[in-house]
């Protein structure tokens, strides 16, 4: 379901009178402009005119990800992940994240890993890559070019977090999710602590792309002061609108974001998992940010 935002324009007048009229003409106080609200409808997709790249993994060179790009997000391995997922997050290890041919590969896992030190009792493992501490942006365009997995059980991800830390509070940008369950169904989220799912309240909307594990397609976010727009393709299909209010409940998207990319298993989302499509992968091609 889509929930669009719009500005409200509060517009206060007071006029004061001068004691230094030598005519006894009224003071005239000037009309006030109406202030636009920004269109609801969906901006035209692809990067914007103009905008500059700023940011860039090519994935050009062999081995694991590159560590001035990339760290590992392995915070919950012990105590197990968010939304009841499956997996182990394994950091530096080929087997789960590597750069081959030109493509970062993330790779998931039937394998229980109990000799890691933060082994949790996980029977699967993966790897969840994140910029933070790395890079993060306050507004801008950014693509990524990925194939995706479709094993039922999978739930591939490439998505934004608010760097200060909270959640929902910080927002979350979601610029694709996929589950192996719903082969070519895309999903686009956008959530603040106003609009999120615990709450009820989920800016959630899917678009379908027939061949999303077969071929490589991009998944774009435009971002800037006025909107969040999620697209695949130089299609846009969900958004959300800066009120214009202040509130920050509604729109925490004035401040810093980091990128991940992860493939989890199982969990709320990913469902059931066929343990006999495993091992499956993300391959990402590049991730580009482009700014004004």
């Known amino acids: 379901m889509r929930r669009l935002a719009t500005m409200t324009a509060l517009v206060a007048l007071c006029a004061c009178g ?3 009229n030598a005519a006894g003409v009224a003071a005239s106080t000037p009309a006030a402009s109406p202030v636009t609200p920004p269109s609801s409808a969906l901006p035209a997709g692809g990067k914007p005119d103009g905008w500059k790249l700023v940011w860039a993994d090519e994935f050009d060179k062999d081995g694991l990800p590159d560590a001035s790009h990339w760290a ?12 009841h997922e499956l997996q182990y997050y394994a950091a530096g ?15 998931a896992r039937k394998e229980a890993l109990s000799t ?12 969840r890559l994140i910029t933070r501490g790395l890079a993060s942006w306050t507004y801008g365009y950014i693509e990524v070019r990925a194939k995706l997995p479709c094993g039922v059980g999978t739930w591939p991800a490439i998505w934004m977090l608010g760097s200060k830390g909270r959640w929902p509070d910080d927002g979350e940008i979601d610029i694709m999710e996929h589950v192996g369950k719903n082969p070519g169904q895309i999903l686009g989220s956008i959530y603040t602590a106003a609009q999120n799912w615990p709450a009820g309240t989920p800016n959630t909307t899917s678009t379908t792309v027939a061949d999303a594990c077969s071929a490589f397609h991009n998944y774009q976010l435009t971002w800037n002061a006025e909107r969040v727009v999620i697209g695949v393709d130089n299609r846009n299909y969900i958004q959300l609108i800066n ?10 998207f004035s401040a810093p974001q980091y990128l991940l990319l992860n493939l989890a298993i199982g969990g709320d989302l ?16 590049y991730v580009r940010v482009y700014q004004p």
């Open 18 to 20: 001068g004691g230094g």
């Open 116 to 127: 890691m030190a933060d082994y949790g009792g996980q029977q699967y493992s993966s790897a």
């Open 243 to 252: 009120p214009g209010d202040g509130d920050y409940r509604k729109w925490p």
């Open 72 to 83: 590992y997000d392995t915070g919950f391995n012990r105590n197990g992940w968010f939304n």
């Open 270 to 285: 990913g469902g059931k998992v066929d343990d006999s499509a495993l091992p499956q992968q993300m391959e990402v091609e």
């Open 93 to 107: 290890r080929l087997e789960n994240s590597r750069v081959e041919n030109g493509k970062l590969i993330i790779t």
